[in-house]
């Protein structure tokens, strides 16, 4: 240990030391040899770094990186040096961290490259994949491209590189020699450079405003701010507040900010969110954690993990057990307790389990592993673990299958379980559990708690079942029952217990009361019978309810509280209006992308439509308005489908390696998997079901309702595939609206089928000729008529595009699908999506899709259209070959010559027809949150053709270029991972493109 009094020359002291550790390495393997070991490695074993920036980013608001280290200059060797590193990284990789920092500096902080090496090793052995996999930091101090060579050889996906060892005075004594460099900032500038050639993006450590500077001029997209003064070692939370404080975060808004050391409870990591941090690095709080998964739950806070689990107990038919499997139940109990009016008969539990087993895969008994770790002495482990293990088992099946006795012996216990199927064993009686290996499945035991319990009781009570028991249930104390009496116990004590370990929650919950206890306990099982009973049966609606707000818990105060805080931002933002009209209710760009670039006459009129937007996205009766017409007219909510056809024909291709290769170029992404389990399931959001068959209807009833806001009855609109133009034309002759729709001219010969319905519903269609006579040109003659008759005409956009604020608006309409879709997989498949799917044109049904799923740790894919391929000049790759332009009164991607003249476009499908983007795509693609790929023509009818024969339903062609990018992804994932596609629209309307296609004349 190193004492304070000589702490202000440890930065030169280990820069020197580290000088001399790179000289000797380099004698031993020459720097041109080790980068010919990294040549051969990464050819041989496809071993590539992952994007540290993409793995914060997917971690949503508050990234953790976890640290391992077995010493440090203030501690000297730490008290748990002695760390299993593989458990220890294993436990991180299981917790969720972003990152892994893994310390290699041998003197001052004992690490190695071997170490880093194992992290490495460990966290890909944990089935994750490459996309899931926490990026692999190695920290130390970094004054030689040598040591960016060692950190790819042996695992890393990032650097550390500390501004501090660059600043003038660190080596002035240092006696250079051979290809060594001075430590000035062309040097920090050179390594930064060079260690994104090598597919490192380094993390760059700041620790005064003057370093942030530096750091920021030299073009750093990752940096850390060390709350530890490296002169003294004393630690200051408040660095980072006060140095992001003087940081243009508009203007550096790509750039991920994370802060580094004395981080040790949620209140330490909320204020450095606060401060506007991405992450923030953990070191010896975790490490010395019992469980650092859930010490992770605590450092991200409420609300961000997985919803509770669900038992509905006291099932005694098949009808109610597939109900509360279709509301989402995560287990079904049934009781075999003497004396209990819900008792069953082995052969009705039977039957029961047989309709269980018929909605999961498989039909046996769940195998859990054997926990060798988390003894009796560490409650905090066992239970931890094993609630994973159980939530982690309960997703994957759908429910599972709990037997409830009270005060029987382990025989009976053991023949019911085998004999009937079981899952789990409850025990609810006064029974001892003697030992985990006396029953045939684990055991959860109830305790009861009575009003004078102590959380002290609870606490000895349950620590003595770790090692017997795999969970606790907290029950009331009734000496007339054993349970099920609907009474409640005060929570106080489980709320202490629930912060120590799992446990789970049960007495008296109710629909009415399922959120407040959720929201108070944080308990990760919560179990109810006679609260969703209507005379001693189980009452559907009830369960559902209950199910519902366990799993999305509303917490009144909270809501509240959130209620009036966007009261005081509206009353805010009205002032600032009312001070300065220019200054906008809504953010008018998305980074770099989006404003309003039109003529003076449109100012107005746009100012106007942001404003009765505003007014009314704050008025109940509108969006009461808005809800009527989506449930009764447009049949919202649409279902989520899982595609099992489709699931089981991807994963039989996967099997037989067809379409391995299919791509080249993107099948070398380090996101797939490669194991023999592939082939992910496939989940269908059916926008295709709505009234007129696309999701175009839920912006087009929308807006025509916001239109009527401002007193204009003439409805003009612009369409490509026709389908905008239908929607707009139905909502239209509902409101009694007048419509004209204006649509390319080729276009309208290949949708002539909605051509004859938007005429049918009353619209004037207006063929456009001029230009490429596709989407973009009916845009053009559409902004033309909107200027001549402004004062009488609104104009509605269906795409999220144009200027401001109308990607705004059709976002918002379009996130229906999103936050359905949310909402639909959580209950379904008991877990979020590992990746969602949606083509991109304009960017309408993608956006609504993507938008509510942006927090979300899930990767997002955009489909453009392909065409004939990007190395011909008949594609619609926007994103992928475009540079930023302005099209359309908005700054966007867009195709463009070097002259900026916009160029022509090719699709199959004409809704997907467009030389340009929504601008949030753009900057989405820009922030690196989505991924847009592209399919081509020929691709997209596979997916049509692969949907149409394998499910029954014939996709847009728009939606089957994300079919095939579904199959394609889906066969490269593990199949317990979910893919959620959009299916934007149905493809009645493009028989006659693909009876042309396949040569049959219709």
Not at 242 to 257: E, P, W
Request: proline share 5%; charged share 25%; with cysteine.
């Amino acid at each position: 240990k190193i004492s304070p009094s000589v702490m202000s020359d440890i930065l030169s002291q280990i820069v020197t030391k580290r000088r001399e550790d790179v000289r000797e390495a380099k004698t031993k393997q020459s720097l041109d040899q080790l980068r010919t070991s990294l040549q051969d490695r990464d050819k041989d074993k496809h071993v590539h770094p992952i994007s540290v920036m993409r793995r914060v980013r997917q971690a949503g608001s508050l990234a953790i990186m976890g640290e391992i280290k077995r010493a440090s200059p203030s501690k000297g060797q730490l008290a748990h040096a002695s760390f299993d590193l593989p458990s220890q990284v294993h436990d991180y990789v299981h917790a969720g961290v972003a990152v892994i920092s893994v310390l290699t500096e041998p003197t001052w902080f004992k690490g190695s490259l071997q170490d880093m090496a194992a992290a490495r090793k460990v966290a890909e052995q944990q089935g994750l994949g490459p996309f899931f996999r926490p990026a692999i930091l190695r920290k130390d101090f970094i004054i030689d491209r040598y040591q960016l060579y060692e950190a790819r050889l042996h695992g890393a996906d990032t650097v550390l590189l500390i501004v501090a060892a660059f600043q003038e005075g660190v080596d002035k004594t240092a006696q250079l020699s051979g290809d060594e460099r001075a430590l000035d900032l062309k040097h920090l500038a050179d390594l930064i450079a060079e260690s994104r050639e090598l597919g490192m993006e380094p993390l760059v450590e700041v620790a005064t405003d003057k370093e942030m500077t530096i750091a920021l001029q030299q073009g750093a997209k990752f940096i850390g701010i060390n709350n530890r003064n490296l002169h003294n070692l004393d630690v200051n939370t408040d660095t980072t507040r006060t140095i992001l404080s003087g940081v243009d975060m508009q203007k550096h808004r790509n750039v991920i900010f994370c802060a580094l050391s004395g981080i040790k409870s949620r209140q330490d990591a909320q204020r450095m969110e606060e401060a506007g941090v991405h992450a923030v690095l953990v070191g010896e709080a975790l490490m010395e954690a019992p469980y650092a998964p859930w010490k992770v739950k605590e450092l991200k806070g409420p609300g961000r993990a997985l919803p509770t689990l669900v038992k509905i107990c006291g099932i005694k038919d098949t009808m109610a057990a597939a109900n509360a499997v279709h509301c989402g139940a995560d287990m079904i109990g049934l009781v075999f307790a003497e004396g209990s009016h819900r008792k069953i008969s082995e052969v009705q539990a039977k039957d029961i389990v047989r309709t269980i087993h018929a909605t999961r895969a498989g039909s046996s008994p769940v195998s859990f592993p054997q926990r060798q770790h988390g003894a009796q002495g560490d409650p905090c482990r066992w239970f931890a673990t094993w609630a994973e293990e159980i939530a982690n088992q309960a997703r994957q099946k759908k429910a599972l299958v709990v037997g409830v006795f009270a005060n029987q012996s382990p025989e009976y216990v053991n023949s019911v379980a085998e004999s009937v199927g079981l899952d789990l064993i409850q025990l609810s009686g006064t029974e001892d559990v003697p030992s985990q290996a006396s029953y045939v499945r684990p055991v959860l035991k109830a305790i009861h708690v009575a009003d004078d319990t102590t959380p002290e009781a609870l606490v000895e009570i349950t620590s003595k079942l770790a090692g017997k028991a795999v969970g606790v249930l907290l029950d009331t104390k009734d000496p007339q029952a054993l349970g099920g009496t609907g009474k409640a116990f005060d929570w106080k004590g489980a709320s202490t217990l629930a912060a120590r370990w799992p446990i789970g929650l049960a007495g008296g919950l109710g629909p009415d009361n399922i959120s407040r206890a959720v929201l108070s306990v944080r308990p990760f099982l919560v179990d109810v019978s006679s609260g969703v009973e209507t005379e001693r049966s189980k009452d559907p609606a009830k369960v559902e309810m209950f199910i519902s707000s366990a799993k999305f818990p509303f917490d009144l105060e909270h809501e509240t509280t959130r209620t009036e805080a966007k009261r005081i931002r509206r009353e805010s933002i009205e002032a600032k209006i009312a001070e300065d009209p220019l200054a906008g209710y809504f953010p008018a760009r998305f980074g770099d992308f989006g404003g309003r670039f039109v003529p003076e006459t449109l100012v107005e009129p746009l100012e106007q439509l942001e404003r009765a937007y505003w007014e009314a996205s704050h008025d109940p009766a509108f969006h009461a308005q808005v809800e009527q017409l989506y449930k009764h007219y447009v049949h919202r909510p649409t279902p989520l489908y899982y595609a099992k056809q489709l699931t089981e024909a991807v994963r039989a291709r996967a099997q037989k390696g067809e379409g391995s290769s299919s791509r080249p170029g993107l099948d070398n992404d380090p996101a797939f998997y490669s194991g023999p389990d592939r082939g992910a399931r496939i989940w269908l959001k059916r926008e295709d079901l709505t009234h007129t068959g696309s999701h175009k209807i839920n912006n087009a009833i929308a807006q025509a309702l916001l239109a009527m806001r401002l007193g204009k009855k003439r409805i003009i609109a612009e369409t490509g595939a026709g389908q905008h133009g239908v929607a707009t034309a139905t909502a239209c002759a509902m409101l009694g609206l007048e419509c004209i729709v204006y649509m390319g001219g080729d276009d309208t010969r290949r949708q002539s089928l909605n051509v004859f319905r938007m005429k049918t519903l009353g619209a004037t269609v207006v063929p456009v000729e001029a230009g490429s006579r596709t989407l973009k040109d009916a845009i053009n003659e559409a902004l033309r008529d909107w200027v001549t008759n402004v004062e009488t005409t609104h104009y509605l956009i269906g795409s999220a595009i144009g200027p401001h604020p109308f990607p705004t608006i059709v976002r918002d309409f379009q996130s229906v699908i999103g936050r359905e879709a949310r909402r639909q997989i959580l209950l379904q498949a008991g877990k979020l999506p590992d990746c969602i799917i949606a083509c991109v044109g304009g960017g309408s049904n993608s956006i609504g899709t993507f938008h509510p799923f942006l927090g979300d740790p899930a990767r997002i894919l955009g489909v453009e259209a392909g065409g004939s391929g990007v190395t011909t000049k008949c594609h619609s790759v926007t994103l992928g070959t475009g540079t930023p332009g302005v099209l359309h009164g908005t700054r966007t991607m867009l195709m463009q010559d070097e002259h900026g003249q916009v160029l022509e476009t090719h699709s199959i499908s004409a809704g997907l027809d467009y030389p340009g983007v929504g601008p949030e795509h753009s900057h989405l693609q820009d922030a690196l949150r989505v991924q847009y790929v592209h399919a081509t023509d020929e691709e997209a009818l596979q997916g049509f053709h692969d949907l149409a024969r394998l499910e029954g339903v014939l996709p847009a062609l728009e939606s089957s270029h994300a079919i095939f990018e579904a199959v394609y992804q889906a066969q490269r994932m593990r199949q317990d991972q979910d893919i959620v596609v959009c299916l934007s629209g149905r493809g009645d309307k493009d028989m006659m493109t693909i009876a042309n296609k396949m040569g049959f004349a219709l």
